[in-house]
């Protein structure tokens, strides 16, 4: 398999301001979608346009990508974490898995979520399968030490993930924000993806747009949180939250996006972009 490469392209807002533009991370319990209890979703999602634009940029490819929410040992770094995976990087290929993505964490802006965590990194795995096939090769085994000594492996939180959507990278200068997002009982990724799509006319109209959505289909990690989804948002700038938050359209939604989301468990990082490896 031949690796594949995406090049990515503040002061801390409260939660309720960053919430409006992520989306959830998924737990184990919520692959289906979940079911919507009450009426208040048709109201909320009846935005066919959005959808279908939304929807026209889902994405084919692998069958599952790896995401990880990495927090190092102590005198350690992303670039530490970097030299690792380049050294397991050609046993990996071989299994048909791939780190396409890297963001160095640059503020944790609460929730539930690893607080220490550093680098943030995305694989494109073959098959789901890729990972075991990995885990059990005497190479990678070999290298075990190494990782444990670079990473808290204790404290890091990995999901098995498809990812649902792909947009267009970041442009040199934008702010990233990544999203981990648990849901309230009885919704999934599917009311979050609704949501996702009624309110992207308004975000995007203040220059913030989703960049990567992510289903969450296992958390693989102790005590990792049960999130639905994960996402990565792109924003022209920091500035641009308030704007969407003082958007009376978008005022109109928010009874609804905290009926569906678990706002206080909610898990948001402004990144950096590294390269892919």
């Known amino acids: ?26 737990s184990t319990a919520s692959t289906d979608g979940g079911t919507s209890p009450g009426d208040t979703r048709a109201a909320a999602t009846n935005t066919s346009s959005s959808t ?30 970097d030299q690792y995976e380049a050294t397991i990087a050609p046993i990996a290929d071989e299994h048909g898995m791939a780190r396409v ?7 944790f802006l609460g ?41 808290d492996m204790q404290h890091a939180a990995m999901y098995m993930t498809h990812e649902e959507f792909s947009g267009q990278a970041p442009a040199p200068g934008s702010a990233v924000l990544v999203g981990m997002l648990p849901m ?50 792109v924003l022209d700038s920091p500035d641009v939250l308030g704007a969407v938050m003082q958007d009376p359209e978008y005022a109109t939604h928010i009874e609804y996006r905290d009926q569906i989301h678990d706002m206080e468990a909610m898990t948001m990082y402004f990144v950096a972009p590294r390269a892919a490896q």
């Not at 031949?2 to 409006?20: D, H, I, N, Y």
Request: include cysteine.
């Open 1 to 26: 398999m031949s690796r594949r490469t995406f090049t990515l392209g503040a002061q801390s807002l409260a939660l309720a301001v960053l919430s409006l533009a992520l989306s959830p991370a998924c």
């Open 111 to 151: 929730g539930t979520g690893p607080s220490q965590a550093s680098t943030v990194g995305v694989w494109a795995l073959d098959t789901p399968e890729s990972m075991g096939a990995l885990m059990s090769d005497e190479r990678y085994q070999g290298n075990v030490v190494n990782r444990d000594r670079v990473h």
């Open 52 to 81: 279908d634009a939304h929807s026209s940029s889902e994405v084919s490819g692998p069958q599952a990508h790896l995401v990880a929410f990495l927090p190092m040992q102590e005198g350690y770094g992303p670039s530490d974490q």
């Open 184 to 233: 309230r009982e009885g919704y999934g990724f599917d009311d979050h993806h609704e949501y996702e799509a009624s309110i992207s006319e308004i975000t995007q109209r203040h220059g913030m747009r989703l960049y990567k959505e992510y289903r969450v289909m296992k958390t693989l990690s102790p005590g990792a949180p049960e999130i639905a989804a994960i996402n990565i948002w």
């Open 101 to 107: 993505a890297a963001y160095t964490v640059g503020k």
